[in-house]
């Protein structure tokens, strides 16, 4: 398993700002992916992100908008810029680890929003 | 875009085993059925995954249908704590989409005492 820890926890932002978000993994893994949860609602993947190059986005999802670095294999950031009320939402990392079942590990989620 | 149905709700008493169903018609012979589940304010947590065998670990059974049409997953006995958003998602294990996870809206089960 790894334990993933993401700052701030929470925040309250005003529109038009940007809010950068930091996950932490315990240990190095291949996979990280930022996902979005809007209230009441289940999680929609944002991007995979990947060390060393591009982040690769879903559709709807764009790099000025939602920009991600990947420095090394334990680090991570998510930034959600020019914000406004839509964006208020839960974010979560998580990661995935090689060989096993694949299956990934969520981070606890920093909970946006924006007034 | 999600690939299963899910009942929305389903409840069941404290001690009681929870069956929850899931539909994936249109399961390709290489995407898996992972479960996943999310407790109120929580990332979500893996439980279990299959191909078309059926699996058992310290948490859960699935019960995957010959036809891989269907899946039910098992908690042989609910406590209060069980209560959560249960997902159930179908996907490839490998390949272009490694580790991409496609979400539901996946069925709220609650433990009744």
């Known amino acids: 398993s790894a334990v993933i820890s993401q700052k701030p926890s929470r925040d309250i932002c005003q529109r038009g700002t940007s809010l950068t978000i930091q996950c932490q993994v315990d240990?190095?893994?291949?996979?990280m992916f930022w996902y979005r949860q809007q209230p009441g609602q289940s999680l929609t993947l944002i991007a995979t992100?990947?060390?060393?190059?591009?982040?690769?986005?879903e559709s709807g999802f764009v790099i000025d908008k939602f920009p991600i670095s990947r420095p090394n294999l334990t680090f991570s950031t998510l930034t959600v810029s020019n914000m406004s009320p839509e964006d208020s939402s839960i974010y979560l990392c998580?990661?995935?680890?090689?060989?096993?079942?694949?299956?990934?590990?969520f981070g606890p989620g920093t909970r946006l929003t924006v007034l | 875009d999600a690939k299963t149905t899910q009942p929305p709700s389903m409840d069941c008493a404290e001690g009681r085993a929870a069956n929850l169903p899931c539909n994936h018609s249109?399961?390709?012979?290489?995407?898996?059925v992972y479960w996943y589940r999310q407790i109120h304010s929580q990332g979500p947590q893996y439980i279990i995954h299959?191909?078309?065998n059926n699996e058992t670990n310290e948490m859960a059974s699935l019960i995957i249908t010959e036809d891989r049409k269907s899946s039910t997953l098992i908690l042989p006995h609910a406590t209060l704590r069980d209560t959560a958003v249960y997902y159930c998602?179908?996907?490839?294990?490998?390949?272009?989409?490694?580790?991409?996870?496609?979400f539901g809206r996946g069925t709220q089960l609650t433990v009744w005492p």
């Open positions: 998580s990661v995935g680890l090689a060989g096993g079942g694949n299956e990934q590990f």
């Open positions: 240990s190095q893994v291949t996979m």
């Open positions: 299959g191909l078309k």
């Open positions: 992100a990947n060390q060393g190059s591009e982040a690769t986005y």
């Open positions: 249109t399961i390709s012979g290489n995407e898996y």
């Open positions: 998602i179908v996907r490839v294990a490998g390949g272009s989409t490694l580790g991409r996870l496609y």
